[in-house]
């Protein structure tokens, strides 16, 4: 036994659609509820949600959209139905309360409205999630390299801001092919970039999650750029294999059949974040690794000279560690075909650059 009407009200008539209240001012209104059972004023309210939900829809068809998003169809259905029964709900004891009929033609009316506009707010916050996720996808595109799908130079300055922000320890390296320049002479730009996609992958496969805080690519050309946190031993430890990789890959070009190879080596410049005091915004980092590279590769070579033999190494902070050894660009290097090599030089890599 529940009292659900004040004592104003004697009887409460439901059928289908309608509920209608006998003012009674002497006698209080008692319901007897079966147990386990939604009150019949629960299920009015729900049927009013539904058919003034459905009502709108019929009136206002370009609002059916927002209910055609697969999964989300049955939950936002839901959520609207549930809200429409909550003012259903409140109009209902609001008529109570003052003795009128119900459900009458005015709020039926309001409930068709109440829908209409719970539809447009659905409505305008599926528009901004959708502007959302696709700002997301543009941003993470802004940052991206078109051809390696590493970060570009855009991510690389950020990510620089945030280590000078947090003044902490770190170290910057940047890796630049050796002699690049005649593998876009001798075999065209095409080639040239299939095999920078190779390098990065070779990069991304080699540099552990631990090592650095960020790997990319610095411009258009055939640099290569992290940063870490280590210290200048593992920094330069994290350099060796690098460098060591990029100089075992056989870097394949051409498509079908038997495919030519290419061998390469590399110049890794390091150099070591002084603090924002004595470099506010890492360019005498930044340009200290420059000069590595000028100390690794000397003067440039005649780019004319197929036979020209390679320089670099690695060098960090000024200090040569490492030195490449030289060999020809025209050295014999077996022809083998993409069935036969790594997953290094056939485009697939293990590991997923992710963007922050």
């Given at each position: 036994m529940n009292i659900v009407a004040p004592a104003q009200f004697q009887k409460i008539f439901f059928s289908e659609h309608r509920l209608?209240?006998?003012?009674?001012?002497?006698?209080?209104?008692?319901?007897n509820e079966k147990?386990?059972?939604?009150?019949?004023?629960?299920?009015?309210?729900g049927r009013l949600a539904e058919s003034a939900f459905e009502k709108s829809l019929e009136k206002y068809p370009e609002l059916k959209g927002i209910f055609t998003d697969g999964n989300s169809e049955n939950f936002l259905r839901a959520s609207v139905i549930k809200s429409l029964r909550e003012k259903a709900t409140e109009y209902m004891n609001t008529a109570r309360e003052n003795g009128e009929k119900f459900p009458s033609d005015s709020t039926n009316e309001k409930l068709e409205v109440d829908a209409k506009d719970v539809c447009c707010v659905l409505a305008f916050r599926k528009k901004i999630s959708e502007l959302e996720d696709e700002n997301a996808k543009l941003k993470v595109q802004s940052r991206t390299d078109d051809l390696t799908g590493l970060p570009n130079h855009r991510a690389f300055s950020e990510h620089l801001k945030?280590?000078?922000?947090?003044?902490?320890p770190?170290?910057?390296l940047i890796t630049d092919l050796d002699e690049f320049k005649q593998v876009?002479?001798?075999?065209g730009h095409e080639a040239g970039n299939e095999v920078?996609?190779?390098?990065?992958?070779?990069?991304q496969d080699i540099v552990r999650e631990e090592d650095a805080i960020f790997v990319g690519r610095y411009g258009s050309g055939?640099?290569?750029?992290?940063?870490?946190?280590?210290?200048e031993e593992d920094v330069c430890k994290i350099a060796g294999r690098v460098s060591k990789a990029i100089k075992e890959t056989p870097f394949i070009i051409g498509n079908n059949g038997t495919a030519k190879t290419i061998r390469l080596t590399a110049s890794?410049?390091?150099s070591t974040f002084e603090g924002k005091e004595n470099d506010p915004d890492g360019g005498k980092m930044l340009k200290k690794a420059d000069d590595c590279l000028y100390i690794l590769k000397g003067t440039k070579p005649d780019m004319n000279n197929v036979q020209q033999e390679r320089r670099g190494g690695i060098a960090c902070n000024g200090e040569v560690i490492e030195k490449n050894p030289s060999f020809s660009l025209n050295k014999d290097i077996p022809n083998i075909t993409r069935s036969n090599v790594s997953k290094i030089v056939t485009g697939v890599s293990s590991k997923t650059i992710i963007h922050q």
């Open positions: 209608v209240f006998d003012l009674a001012p002497e006698e209080n209104f008692i319901q147990p386990d059972e939604e009150p019949d004023s629960v299920r009015l309210a945030d280590g000078i922000e947090r003044n902490g770190f170290h910057y876009n002479d001798n075999d920078l996609k190779q390098v990065a992958i070779c990069i055939d640099e290569f750029v992290m940063l870490a946190n280590a210290t890794i410049g390091i």
